[in-house]
C-alpha cells in the first residue's frame, strides 16, 4: 500500500456465497489479507463447507459447486484463523459495507463466534469507485455518446439518450448478442425464475411456487398454506406488494400457481 498511510493492520477480504440474502446464505469460500503497516502481508483462503446444497445460480457466478466443498472445513473450523487476521485490524473490501461483512458478521454470529466489530474504520473501494465514476445515464452518456445530455431526468430525453447508449454499447462490444433474447438473458441473469417483480416468490426445480425469502425461504407455498397458513396471514398483514398479496391470498383458498413446461 505505497499510497494509504496506515495507523494499524488493514483487513481486506471477499466472500463467495451460496446467493446475496445476508440473513440465510452462507460462505463457501473467504479471501483475506492482511496487511501491517510497515507492510507484511499474511494472505489466507479457504473454500468452505456451508452444509447446505449450493444453488445452480451461485455456482454459475462463482463456479463452486456442492462436490467442491464437500470436504472442507465448516466455516466454525476457521473462525480461529478468521478472528486471528481480524485482531485489532481496520477491513476494506469491494461492496464490503452492504454485503460481505453484513454476511460475515452474520455467519460468525450463528457459529457462536461474533466479531467484535467496534471502533473498526472501514473502507468500501466500491462507494469509492461509485462516488468517483458515476453510474447514472448521464455518465453512460457521455462516456458511449461523448455527449453531454442535455435536460437529464426530463423523461422522453432520458428515454432517446437511453437507446443511444444502447445502440453505442452494441456497437462497442462485438461479444453483446444482437438480438433481445439473448440481451434478456444477458441482463437477467436469473432468468424467469421469480414470480414477481420484488423477487418474493420463485419457481423452484420441479415448477411449484417457493417463498424466496426469510426462515422459510425455499418452502412451497401449497405446503405453506396447509400447514403454516397464520404465518400466511402473518406476511399478508405486513408490506409486501399486492401482487405477493394477490398470490398469497390464493394459495390460501387452495389456488396455486404452477409453471408451465
Not at 466443498?69 to 469491494?94: C, K, W
Not at 452474520?106 to 472501514?122: C, F, K, Q, S
Not at 426469510?214 to 412451497?220: E, L, S, V
Not at 407455498?221 to 409486501?240: S, T
Request: proline share 6%; hydrophobic share 40%.
Amino acid at each position: 500500500m505505497r499510497r494509504l498511510r496506515l495507523d494499524r493492520a488493514l483487513v481486506c477480504f471477499d466472500l463467495e456465497t451460496t446467493g446475496t440474502d445476508i440473513a440465510n446464505d452462507r460462505i463457501v469460500e473467504i479471501g483475506i489479507i492482511r496487511v501491517e503497516p510497515l507492510g507484511l502481508r499474511r494472505s489466507f483462503r479457504s473454500l468452505v463447507n456451508p452444509e447446505r446444497p449450493i444453488p445452480p445460480e451461485a455456482s454459475a457466478v462463482h463456479g463452486i459447486r456442492d462436490e467442491d466443498v464437500r470436504d472442507q472445513p465448516t466455516l466454525a473450523e476457521l473462525a480461529d484463523e478468521i478472528h486471528s487476521l481480524f485482531e485489532d485490524a481496520d477491513l476494506a473490501g469491494f461492496n464490503s459495507t452492504r454485503f460481505d461483512l453484513p454476511l460475515l458478521a452474520v455467519e460468525m454470529e450463528r457459529i457462536g463466534r461474533p466479531l467484535d466489530l467496534a471502533g473498526r474504520r472501514h473502507v468500501d473501494a466500491m462507494a469509492i469507485f461509485h462516488l468517483k465514476e458515476p453510474r447514472d445515464l448521464s455518465a453512460a452518456y457521455r462516456f458511449y455518446c461523448g455527449k453531454e445530455l442535455e435536460n437529464a431526468h426530463s423523461a422522453l430525453a432520458d428515454v432517446e439518450a437511453t437507446l443511444e447508449v444502447l445502440d453505442a454499447q452494441l456497437e462497442r462490444y462485438d461479444d453483446l448478442p444482437r438480438d433481445l433474447d439473448g440481451l434478456h438473458r444477458l441482463c437477467n441473469p436469473d432468468g424467469d425464475r421469480f414470480l414477481d417483480v420484488t423477487r418474493k416468490i420463485a419457481w423452484n426445480d420441479e415448477g411449484e411456487a417457493v417463498l424466496a425469502f426469510g426462515k422459510h425461504r425455499g418452502t412451497p407455498l401449497r405446503r405453506l398454506a396447509r400447514e403454516q397458513p397464520d404465518y400466511v396471514q402473518w406476511m399478508l398483514g405486513k408490506d409486501f406488494s399486492p401482487q405477493v398479496k394477490r398470490i398469497l391470498s390464493e394459495a390460501l383458498e387452495g389456488r396455486f400457481p404452477r409453471r408451465e413446461a
